[in-house]
């Protein structure tokens, strides 16, 4: 079965330094990797995501993340925060179906503080 | 592209009463609907998935009767939570896919008191 585990429920940075977010994840075939942000009394938005191919994934609002097989992560990096980066933060996880996304399965999340 | 609506987005129930949540894939097609809930400070839990005119398939310990759901077009669902209590109270966001990705709409805060 797959999973995702976020190392740390709360990242606190200072506005302008690195902000790096940790997933890791358990799957018996490669994955399809996904961040996603979430902001107070809001719905998902989708950051970024690993389907193929290219392993350092590119993203709205600056972020990136980088598809390790051999250590099964998919942490989420931003060289600078920005106090409008402060949100909760979802990794997730999906099968493949004949190259199509199966369910996703969401990590615990990680709020992400920025302080000025 | 992509937009997924709730309606309504926030909802105050009293006890006992049923609460009716729309969801809407505003400028596609989906395949697929999905169902969670979000407690507070807690990840999303998935509720059900299901298939435009076909029944939904539930997860593991959620109630089928106690949460209708209804799968009526290819952009529209629906989900019932039938005799609301307090314990119902949540946060519910749907999410639609498509071949192109799964998208998720703003979420209905339903306050059952």
């Known amino acids: 079965a797959q999973s995702v585990t976020q190392l740390g429920s709360h990242v606190s940075v200072s506005e302008g330094a690195l902000v790096l977010l940790r997933c890791n994840y358990s799957?018996?075939?490669?994955?399809?990797l996904f961040w996603y942000v979430q902001y107070p009394n809001q719905g998902l938005q989708l950051l970024l995501k690993?389907?193929?191919?290219?392993?350092l994934v590119k993203g709205i609002n600056g972020f990136e993340a980088e598809f390790k097989k051999s250590e099964t992560s998919f942490h989420l990096t931003k060289p600078s925060a920005h106090m409008s980066d402060a949100a909760e933060y979802f990794c997730?996880?999906?099968?493949?179906?004949?190259?199509?996304?199966?369910?996703?399965?969401f990590g615990k999340g990680t709020k992400l503080s920025v302080k000025p | 592209g992509a937009v997924v609506s709730q309606h309504p987005s926030w909802v105050i129930c009293k006890s006992g009463t049923s609460v009716k949540i729309e969801c809407r894939s505003l400028?596609?097609?989906?395949?697929?609907m999905f169902w969670y809930r979000q407690f507070p400070k807690q990840s999303l839990m998935l509720m059900a998935t299901?298939?435009?005119?076909?029944?939904?398939?539930?997860e593991q310990g959620v109630e089928k009767d106690k949460f209708l759901i209804n799968h009526a077009s290819l952009t529209l669902s629906t989900l019932t939570v039938t005799s609301a209590h307090p314990e119902d109270s949540s946060f519910y966001i749907c999410?639609?896919?498509?071949?192109?990705?799964?998208?998720f709409g703003p979420g209905t805060r339903l306050l059952v008191l």
């Open positions: 999410s639609a896919r498509d071949y192109g990705g799964q998208y």
């Open positions: 400028d596609f097609q989906a395949t697929t």
């Open positions: 690993y389907t193929t191919g290219a392993t």
């Open positions: 799957s018996s075939v490669p994955p399809y």
């Open positions: 299901s298939n435009e005119g076909s029944k939904a398939t539930y």
């Open positions: 997730a996880v999906s099968d493949r179906y004949g190259g199509s996304q199966g369910n996703l399965i």
